[in-house]
């Protein structure tokens, strides 16, 4: 069980705009820790999508956007291409774990 | 271009133990702490363990309970994690991450441990 609860799935047809959402408590995302979010394909090194709730290092698409509100955040994805088929996560800190959390991750699927 | 590689994983004995090493280039690796983590098959990310620049801070994820130590060599550029007790459940694929004010960025490639008799 994670302590930030993502939906293991997504999906969207190439053009369409997914979201997917990052679900935290008043120990991480809800104290006012940044939410950061990673593209993950399989047997290759995660990579930095969004860090700081919605800041995209260079080199990353503006077709990916971030937000957070509350105890939850969002990764935005729009204008879906077929490389974008991978597993995504969020993660951040939590203060009654003393240490960095992460979602469970959610797989994109393109159809 | 900043560069991780990770070394050292494979397969182990239940109680056995292993130490992993992660080798960096492309940036000033005394200035930035840096972090393992783990990811279990089947399974999402699971972070592990951070070290500071100097050494003086270090934290490990509380499922470990003291059966793992984060150490680095500033002057060979160097990340280690040494894993003892290990047991099934420490079956993973390990990659060390560059610390950047509370993300991880950029991440190796990751080796696998595997254990088991």
């Known amino acids: 069980q994670s302590v930030l609860t993502q939906p293991p799935s997504v999906s969207g047809a190439p053009g369409q705009r997914v979201t997917i959402s990052c679900t935290g408590s008043?120990?991480?995302?809800?104290?006012?820790?940044?939410v950061h979010w990673y593209q993950h394909l399989p047997g290759t090194a995660p990579k930095l999508l969004i860090h700081?709730?919605?800041n995209r290092p260079s080199g990353v698409p503006d077709r990916f956007s971030g937000s957070k509100s509350g105890t939850s955040a969002s990764l935005a994805i729009t204008g879906l291409q077929a490389e974008d088929e991978a597993d995504y996560y969020c993660?951040?800190?939590?203060?009654?774990?003393?240490?960095?959390?992460f979602g469970g991750g959610t797989k994109l699927t393109v159809l | 271009e900043v560069q991780l590689v990770e070394s050292g994983g494979g397969l182990v004995h239940p109680g056995g133990s292993l130490r992993l090493s992660c080798a960096a280039s492309?940036?000033?690796?005394?200035?930035?702490?840096m972090n393992w983590v783990r990811q279990a098959p089947g399974k999402g990310l699971e972070w592990v363990s951070y070290?500071?620049?100097?050494?003086?801070?270090?934290y490990y994820a509380d499922s470990l309970k003291g059966r793992f130590t984060i150490s680095r060599d500033n002057a060979k550029n160097s990340l280690y994690l040494q894993m003892n007790s290990l047991r099934a459940e420490d079956t993973a694929v390990y990659y060390c991450?560059?610390?950047?004010?509370?993300?991880?960025?950029?991440w190796g490639q990751g080796t696998l441990v595997t254990v088991s008799s």
């Open positions: 991450a560059k610390y950047g004010t509370n993300w991880f960025d950029p």
């Open positions: 492309g940036f000033t690796f005394s200035s930035y702490s």
């Open positions: 070290i500071s620049s100097d050494s003086s801070t270090i």
């Open positions: 008043s120990s991480n995302i809800g104290a006012g820790y940044e």
């Open positions: 700081g709730n919605s």
């Open positions: 993660q951040s800190y939590d203060s009654s774990l003393s240490g960095w959390v």
